[in-house]
């Protein structure tokens, strides 16, 4: 497609006839049509009013809106003017926008607007505001706890949790008050029963064990090295939550590995990050389609060059015309020199001087019966000799009694008064221009 070219600009872009001057037209596309052959490409009704080009081929609003236009995130309907387009390549129209969502908050339930700030964290979508602590509702900072119940919390409030689940952990310990002064261990009988006995309602003892209770590790400084002796050989019997069995464990070192366990609970909650994100939305003009294919630009790269707009797939083949020194096309992303006034086009590598061969892409130049001259080989060996000083004309040059001129060359013959000058009158005169005065003067018959 031939975007810069202005050839056959007479001739109907629809039918190819020639457009005669007192025929109705219609100048789009950089071409020509007869008012009556400008229709859509689509229907093949004569397009009036607004149409787009697809393929360099006009379509009429309607088959451009049903058929090639971006569709609207929202209404699911084609958008053929403004439209509102996201980061994320999604388009609306500038109507539906207002009532276009994020979905809804995890927080309070209520919808988030498109254009309403997120706070992403732990997989859900919240308000900014509604992103708060699980336990005082206070705002979460940018680094916050979460529980085992993935619930977020504040560093005060985790801390007071995990305090309160020691606190829990040790009463469970100490089934029965400790009063300052008493001893802080005691010797329990526990009394193995056989469990079909129990089922039956007869409970037959089995044998007993002898268990050693306590509350801190201070229990084992008032017990003295024997005691502690005796309490690390002792057997204390935990309820397994899971099977109900009775299990073995060393009572200190059963302890231990309890309280572990929960701290791990209450330590394997991990820090989170919230992520905050804003949807940023910008205006897309109605021409925002690519210049090649005609479809909007929505997704992927766009290209604007010389106020033309690409996909930038279909920008890699754009070309502006053929080269006259290769005649090969010259794609809009190679280096070219282009002469509008004679409708011709250059590879910046192919423009060079006919008879020196040197380039001429940095300034002006001559064109010698369709070859391109540098000014210095022009005036050395094309250039035509004035009439008035037989030296060559090389640049701005006069016509004048079938001859060329300098233009400061061209003077009275008989008083050297300037004649090129714009409404100067003079009179040929056996080959020799003069000026009015000097005709009169020398009684010359005007014929």
């Given at each position: 497609?031939?975007?810069?070219?202005?050839?056959?600009?007479?001739?109907?872009?629809?039918?190819?006839?020639?457009?005669?001057?007192?025929?109705?037209?219609?100048?789009?596309?950089?071409?020509?049509?007869?008012?009556?052959?400008?229709?859509?490409?689509?229907?093949?009704?004569?397009?009036?009013?607004?149409?787009?080009?697809?393929?360099?081929?006009?379509?009429?609003?309607?088959?451009?809106?049903?058929?090639?236009?971006?569709?609207?995130?929202?209404?699911?309907?084609?958008?053929?003017?403004?439209?509102?387009?996201?980061?994320?390549?999604?388009?609306?129209?500038?109507?539906?926008?207002?009532?276009?969502?994020?979905?809804?908050?995890?927080?309070?339930?209520?919808?988030?607007?498109?254009?309403?700030?997120?706070?992403?964290?732990?997989?859900?979508?919240?308000?900014?505001?509604?992103?708060?602590?699980?336990?005082?509702?206070?705002?979460?900072?940018?680094?916050?706890?979460?529980?085992?119940?993935?619930?977020?919390?504040?560093?005060?409030?985790?801390?007071?949790?995990?305090?309160?689940?020691?606190?829990?952990?040790?009463?469970?310990?100490?089934?029965?008050?400790?009063?300052?002064?008493?001893?802080?261990?005691?010797?329990?009988?526990?009394?193995?029963?056989?469990?079909?006995?129990?089922?039956?309602?007869?409970?037959?003892?089995?044998?007993?064990?002898?268990?050693?209770?306590?509350?801190?590790?201070?229990?084992?400084?008032?017990?003295?090295?024997?005691?502690?002796?005796?309490?690390?050989?002792?057997?204390?019997y935990v309820r397994d939550s899971a099977g109900g069995d009775d299990t073995r464990k060393g009572s200190l070192g059963g302890m231990q590995h309890n309280e572990q366990q929960q701290h791990q609970v209450l330590d394997g909650g991990w820090f989170g990050m919230p992520t905050y994100r804003r949807t940023n939305l910008r205006m897309v003009e109605k021409d925002d389609?690519?210049?090649?294919?005609?479809?909007?630009?929505?997704?992927?790269?766009?290209?604007?060059?010389?106020?033309?707009?690409?996909?930038?797939?279909?920008?890699?083949?754009?070309?502006?015309?053929?080269?006259?020194?290769?005649?090969?096309?010259?794609?809009?992303?190679?280096?070219?020199?282009?002469?509008?006034?004679?409708?011709?086009?250059?590879?910046?590598?192919?423009?060079?001087?006919?008879?020196?061969?040197?380039?001429?892409?940095?300034?002006?130049?001559?064109?010698?019966?369709?070859?391109?001259?540098?000014?210095?080989?022009?005036?050395?060996?094309?250039?035509?000799?004035?009439?008035?000083?037989?030296?060559?004309?090389?640049?701005?040059?006069?016509?004048?009694?079938?001859?060329?001129?300098?233009?400061?060359?061209?003077?009275?013959?008989?008083?050297?008064?300037?004649?090129?000058?714009?409404?100067?009158?003079?009179?040929?005169?056996?080959?020799?221009?003069?000026?009015?005065?000097?005709?009169?003067?020398?009684?010359?018959?005007?014929?």
């Amino acid at each position: 497609m031939d975007f810069l070219s202005g050839k056959n600009k007479n001739k109907c872009g629809g039918c190819g006839n020639k457009i005669n001057a007192n025929e109705p037209s219609v100048e789009a596309m950089k071409r020509k049509f007869h008012s009556k052959c400008f229709a859509c490409a689509r229907c093949g009704d004569t397009i009036t009013e607004d149409f787009h080009p697809v393929d360099d081929k006009p379509w009429c609003d309607r088959c451009y809106i049903k058929h090639k236009a971006p569709k609207c995130e929202l209404c699911k309907q084609g958008i053929a003017d403004k439209r509102i387009k996201t980061d994320d390549g999604k388009v609306y129209h500038e109507a539906c926008i207002q009532k276009a969502t994020q979905g809804n908050c995890d927080g309070c339930g209520k919808s988030i607007g498109l254009t309403e700030p997120v706070t992403e964290a732990l997989g859900k979508s919240y308000h900014q505001g509604c992103f708060v602590c699980g336990q005082c509702k206070g705002e979460l900072p940018s680094q916050f706890s979460v529980d085992k119940s993935g619930t977020p919390l504040c560093s005060n409030c985790s801390t007071n949790k995990k305090k309160m689940s020691d606190d829990s952990y040790v009463e469970r310990r100490s089934e029965s008050p400790v009063f300052e002064g008493e001893r802080l261990s005691e010797t329990v009988e526990v009394r193995k029963i056989d469990d079909d006995h129990a089922r039956r309602g007869s409970a037959t003892e089995t044998g007993s064990e002898t268990m050693v209770r306590t509350s801190s590790a201070n229990e084992l400084n008032e017990l003295g090295n024997e005691g502690k002796k005796h309490m690390e050989n002792t057997q204390t019997y935990v309820r397994d939550s899971a099977g109900g069995d009775d299990t073995r464990k060393g009572s200190l070192g059963g302890m231990q590995h309890n309280e572990q366990q929960q701290h791990q609970v209450l330590d394997g909650g991990w820090f989170g990050m919230p992520t905050y994100r804003r949807t940023n939305l910008r205006m897309v003009e109605k021409d925002d389609h690519c210049n090649v294919c005609g479809d909007a630009i929505t997704t992927g790269g766009k290209v604007s060059v010389r106020g033309l707009n690409f996909h930038e797939d279909c920008f890699e083949n754009v070309r502006v015309g053929e080269c006259s020194g290769c005649h090969e096309k010259i794609r809009l992303t190679d280096e070219s020199v282009s002469v509008p006034k004679i409708q011709r086009d250059w590879h910046k590598q192919c423009l060079n001087c006919g008879l020196c061969k040197g380039p001429l892409h940095s300034g002006a130049f001559q064109l010698y019966n369709d070859i391109p001259t540098c000014d210095t080989c022009y005036i050395k060996s094309l250039a035509p000799k004035c009439s008035g000083c037989d030296q060559p004309v090389g640049g701005s040059q006069l016509k004048a009694m079938q001859k060329i001129w300098h233009p400061d060359c061209f003077n009275c013959d008989v008083c050297r008064e300037p004649l090129y000058r714009s409404g100067q009158e003079y009179f040929n005169v056996e080959g020799r221009p003069m000026c009015l005065r000097d005709v009169q003067a020398a009684n010359i018959k005007v014929m």
